[in-house]
C-alpha cells in the first residue's frame, strides 16, 4: 500500500509540476515553452531571446572555455563568468611574486589586461535542425559497426556534407558540430565562431571568488563572489586571431543590459548556458549502477588525494598556486558524487523512475506496441552485463589516470621505432621531438615529491578496492619484482625512469637505447594503464553497443508518449547552448528549516574565520561593510546583497550563465547547484532543487567599491 500510495504521488507531481524543469533548445521554444513562460510572468516577446534571422539575447552568451558558459557585457567584448571558471587562467598568471589567486587582480587599462594561452570564447552563429539531412545519410552510408548515428567522427563529416549541399561558406574562426539529441532521434547543427585572444580583466581575491571553498561548495545559504572578467580581443576587422599585439577589442554586435532593480520572491527569472551532461532517461537499474561505480570512485579516491593535497598546498605557497585548479577541480565533483549519492536514496529516486517506467510501459502496452518493453529488458540485463568492467574502469580512471601524472608522461613510441630500424635522421628527428615533449612534461611538474606521495596513496586505493587477481598487469611486475611492495615500485620510477628527473631524461636522451625504453619502469606503467582501460573497454565494447541502440528505443517512447499526452520534451543537456526557466523562490529541505531566497554581507561577516583559510575576509571589505559604503549597490533596507536562488534545471557547463529578470536584463551569474539539487543530473526534483547565482549588484560592488575599477562599470549598459 505504501508503494502504490508513493507512486501516485509522484506521478501527480509530475501533473502539477510547472515548466520548471527543463533544458530546453532555442528552436523548441516558441512551439513548447512561449505559452508556460509568458504565464510564469515573461515580459517580452520569445524572438527576443531566440531569433533565427535577426539578433536576439542568445547572441550575448557564449561558451568560455571547454566547460563553462560566459555572457558579453560591453559592446567592447567584456565577458563576465565564475571565479572558477576562470580559475586555472588566474593560476596561469599567478607566482609566489604575483599571487592573484590571494590578492586578485584588475586591470587599470587595456594594456594591463593579460593574454590566457589556450582560452577560447565561443558565440553559437546558428542553430539548425538537420534531423531529416542526418537520417538520409545514415541510410545512405555504410555502417558495418552500426554506431554511425552517434559517432562525433561520422557526424563531423555529414556536417561538413551538409556545408558543402547549402553552399555555406565557413570563414576564418567558424566551426561546424553536430550533435545527436534523445538518444539519436534528432540532430542539431550548430554554427560556431571562435576567439582565441582572449585577456584576463579582472578577478577578486579568492577570499571573495572562492569564500566559503570546499566546505560552502554545493550548499546554500551561500556567501561568494564567484566572478571574473575577460576581454575578447580580434583583428581589427572584428575576425577571429590568436593572440597578437595589434588586435582590438572586439566591437561585439550584441551586449547585455544590467538591472540595478534586482528581484523579488516569485519574480520570473531565466538561465542560457551550455549545461555538461544529463542522464533524465536512465532507468532505475543505471541510476543504483552510477551510485556504486562512478560515483564511489570519485568520492573514495578522490578523497584520498584531496587529503594529501591539500596538506602540501597549505604548507607551501607554490606547491599551492601550483595545484590550485587541480585540487579545485577534483574537490568540486568529489562532493557532487557523495550529494547525489545521499539524494538519490533519501529523495527516493528510485521509486520515481520506478514509476516513470512502469507509465511508459502501460501506455505502450495500452497501444499494442512491445518495443518499449524489450528496449528495456535489454537495458536491465546490460546493465548487469558490464559492471564488474565499468567498476574496474572507474577505478583506473580516478586513482591512475586523473590521480596521477603518470599518463601524461610523452609518448616514447617514435622513438623507439626509430631505434628498431637503426636509421640515424628517424632517431634525431624522434629524439628532438621526445625533447620538446619533455620539456613540457616537466614543466607540469615541478614538485616530484608531491607527485611520488600521490602516486603511492593512489597505489594503495586502487589495491583497496580491486582485487589481485583483477588488477592491471604491472602488478605482476611489482608482485615478482618488488615483493608486492608497491610504494618501493614509485620509489624506482622517479629514482631510475627517464622521466623519474629531469637528470635521468637528460642522460638517456644524450645516448637513447632501445633497451632502456623497454625496461622504463613509467613506460611500462604507462603502458599497463592503457591496457587496462583498453581492456575494461573491450569488455564492455558490445554490451556498450547494444545499450545505445535499447537507450534511442527507450527515449523514443518517452517522447512519443510525452507528445500524445500533449507535454513538451527536452533532450538530456550535452554541453550545447540551452534554456531553463522558474522563478526566484525559497525552499525547505527538512522540517522547520526553510531557506530564503537571497543572502547579503552580513553573513559573510558572520561566517569570518581568519584562522581558517576558507574564510578569510579581506580588509577592505570588512571596512566596506564597517561603514556601509555600499555606493548604489544596497538594497532599499541598506544592505548589500551577495547570492540568490532560483529553481531553474542547470547542471555542470552552467557554471558562469546569465540568470534573466522577465524583461531579459542581467541580473545575476550563476554558479552552482545546492546541496539537495544534487540528483539533478539524474532526475529534476522541483521542490528543492535551485541554482545559486551571484547577485550582479554585488558583482558591481566588488568591482567598483572594493578594486576601484570604475572604469570597467563606466563600459556597462546598466539600467535601474
Not at 593560476?91 to 577560447?120: I, N
Not at 564567484?226 to 561585439?252: C, H, Q, W
Not at 541598506?638 to 542547470?650: A, Y
Request: proline letters at 4%; a negative charge.
Amino acid at each position: 500500500m505504501k508503494r502504490i500510495l508513493l507512486t501516485a504521488a509522484v506521478l501527480l507531481s509530475s501533473v502539477l509540476m510547472k515548466a520548471d524543469e527543463g533544458m530546453w533548445m532555442l528552436p523548441d521554444l516558441k512551439e513548447q515553452n512561449e505559452a508556460a513562460m509568458m504565464e510564469l510572468g515573461l515580459q517580452i516577446p520569445v524572438e527576443a531571446i531566440y531569433h533565427t534571422d535577426s539578433l536576439s539575447i542568445k547572441d550575448a552568451v557564449v561558451q568560455f572555455g571547454g566547460g563553462c558558459t560566459g555572457e558579453v557585457i560591453s559592446s567592447e567584448g567584456l565577458v563576465l563568468t565564475n571565479h572558477h571558471c576562470g580559475y586555472s587562467y588566474i593560476q596561469q598568471h599567478s607566482s609566489v611574486e604575483h599571487d592573484y589567486l590571494t590578492d586578485g587582480f584588475w586591470a587599470m587599462s587595456r594594456r594591463e589586461e593579460l593574454p590566457c594561452k589556450g582560452l577560447s570564447v565561443t558565440f553559437i552563429d546558428q542553430i539548425l535542425d538537420v534531423t531529416d539531412f542526418v537520417q538520409e545519410q545514415l541510410k545512405k552510408d555504410p555502417d558495418p559497426q552500426g554506431t554511425n548515428y552517434l559517432s562525433p567522427k561520422y557526424l563531423s563529416k555529414v556536417a561538413d556534407r551538409f556545408a558543402r549541399q547549402k553552399g555555406m561558406p565557413l570563414p576564418e574562426g567558424y566551426r561546424l558540430e553536430l550533435k545527436a539529441f534523445y538518444g539519436g532521434n534528432r540532430y542539431y547543427l550548430f554554427v560556431k565562431k571562435v576567439y582565441t585572444d582572449i585577456r584576463m580583466v579582472g578577478a577578486p581575491p579568492s577570499s571573495i571568488g572562492k569564500f566559503g571553498a570546499d566546505t560552502d561548495n554545493w550548499m546554500w545559504p551561500r556567501h561568494t563572489g564567484d566572478f571574473t572578467l575577460f576581454r575578447i580581443y580580434a583583428k581589427p576587422n572584428g575576425e577571429p586571431s590568436d593572440y597578437s599585439a595589434v588586435n582590438m577589442p572586439l566591437r561585439v554586435k550584441k551586449h547585455l543590459k544590467i538591472s540595478m532593480k534586482g528581484y523579488s520572491e516569485g519574480d520570473f527569472a531565466f538561465v542560457m548556458g551550455f549545461p555538461g551532461t544529463t542522464f533524465r532517461y536512465m532507468i532505475s537499474d543505471e541510476v543504483k549502477e552510477r551510485m556504486e561505480t562512478t560515483n564511489f570512485m570519485r568520492i573514495h579516491v578522490r578523497d584520498a588525494r584531496q587529503q594529501l593535497l591539500n596538506k602540501e598546498m597549505q604548507a607551501d605557497d607554490a606547491t599551492r598556486i601550483h595545484y590550485a585548479a587541480v585540487y579545485a577541480r577534483s574537490a568540486n565533483y568529489w562532493k557532487n558524487a557523495l550529494g547525489m549519492n545521499e539524494g538519490l536514496i533519501d529523495l527516493d529516486v528510485f521509486d520515481a523512475k520506478r514509476a516513470q517506467e512502469q507509465a511508459l510501459l502501460q501506455w505502450e502496452h495500452a497501444r499494442g506496441d512491445t518495443a518499449c518493453a524489450g528496449a528495456y529488458r535489454r537495458i536491465e540485463g546490460i546493465v548487469a552485463q558490464r559492471r564488474q568492467a565499468l567498476y574496474h574502469q572507474q577505478a583506473i580512471q580516478e586513482a591512475l589516470v586523473t590521480g596521477m601524472d603518470f599518463m601524461r608522461i610523452p609518448s616514447t613510441a617514435a622513438l623507439a621505432n626509430a631505434l628498431k630500424g637503426k636509421r640515424e635522421k628517424r632517431i634525431r628527428q624522434a629524439t628532438d621531438s621526445l625533447k620538446l615533449a619533455a620539456d613540457k612534461y616537466f614543466q607540469s611538474v615541478p614538485f616530484p615529491q608531491v607527485e611520488s606521495d600521490v602516486a603511492k596513496e593512489m597505489m594503495r586505493v586502487y589495491m583497496r578496492y580491486i582485487p589481485a587477481d583483477q588488477r592491471i598487469s604491472i602488478f605482476q611486475v611489482i608482485d615478482k619484482r618488488f615483493k608486492g611492495d608497491t610504494d618501493r615500485f614509485i620509489d624506482a620510477c622517479f629514482e631510475h625512469s627517464i622521466f623519474g628527473s629531469r637528470e635521468n631524461f637528460d642522460k638517456f636522451i644524450e645516448h637513447p637505447t632501445l633497451n632502456k625504453l623497454e625496461s622504463d619502469w613509467m613506460v611500462l606503467f604507462k603502458y599497463s594503464i592503457t591496457d587496462g582501460l583498453l581492456q575494461t573497454a573491450l569488455a564492455m565494447a558490445d554490451a556498450d553497443k547494444a545499450y545505445k541502440k535499447a537507450h534511442q528505443t527507450w527515449v523514443k517512447g518517452m517522447m512519443d508518449m510525452r507528445q500524445a499526452q500533449g507535454k513538451p520534451t527536452y533532450p538530456d543537456a550535452n554541453l550545447t547552448l540551452r534554456l531553463t526557466y522558474g522563478q526566484v523562490l525559497p525552499y525547505s529541505p527538512k522540517d522547520g528549516v526553510v531557506y530564503e531566497t537571497y543572502t547579503t554581507l552580513d553573513g559573510v561577516m558572520a561566517k569570518e574565520d581568519p584562522d581558517n583559510w576558507e574564510f578569510v575576509v579581506p580588509d577592505k571589505l570588512k571596512e566596506l561593510y564597517r561603514t556601509k559604503d555600499y555606493g548604489p549597490y544596497a538594497l532599499d533596507n541598506g544592505q548589500m546583497p551577495v547570492c540568490f536562488i532560483v529553481n531553474t534545471d542547470q547542471t555542470g557547463g552552467n557554471s558562469g550563465s546569465p540568470v534573466f529578470n522577465a524583461r531579459g536584463e542581467l541580473i545575476g551569474t550563476g554558479f552552482d547547484r545546492n546541496y539537495e539539487g544534487l540528483t539533478g543530473d539524474i532526475a529534476f526534483h522541483p521542490t528543492l532543487q535551485r541554482a545559486l547565482c551571484v547577485d550582479i549588484r554585488y558583482t558591481l560592488f566588488i568591482i567598483d567599491k572594493f578594486a576601484g575599477a570604475s572604469h570597467l562599470i563606466e563600459e556597462l549598459d546598466i539600467v535601474e
